[in-house]
C-alpha cells in the first residue's frame, strides 16, 4: 500500500500544505504586529515612569523649600 503512488493523494496534500503556509504566513505577521505593539507600550510606560520620577522629584524640592521658609520665619 503505496501512499503517494495514490493519484488522489497528491492534490490533497497539495491543498493542505498551500492552506498550512498561508496560515503560518498569517500567523508571522499577527505575531510580529504583535511584538512591535509590545515594545511600543514598553516604551511609552518607560517615558511615563521617568516623567512620573522627575515630577516626584520637583515636589520633593518644592517640600524642602517650603520647610526651609518656614523654619526660617520666626515664631510668632
Partial sequence: MELLGNPILIPILGIVCGTAMIVAIVAMSISQKSRERELQVRQEMQIRQFEHERRMKEMELE??????QSSQTPAA
Avoid at 517640600?63 to 526651609?68: D, F, L, S
Fill in 63 to 68: 517640600i524642602a523649600k517650603a520647610r526651609a
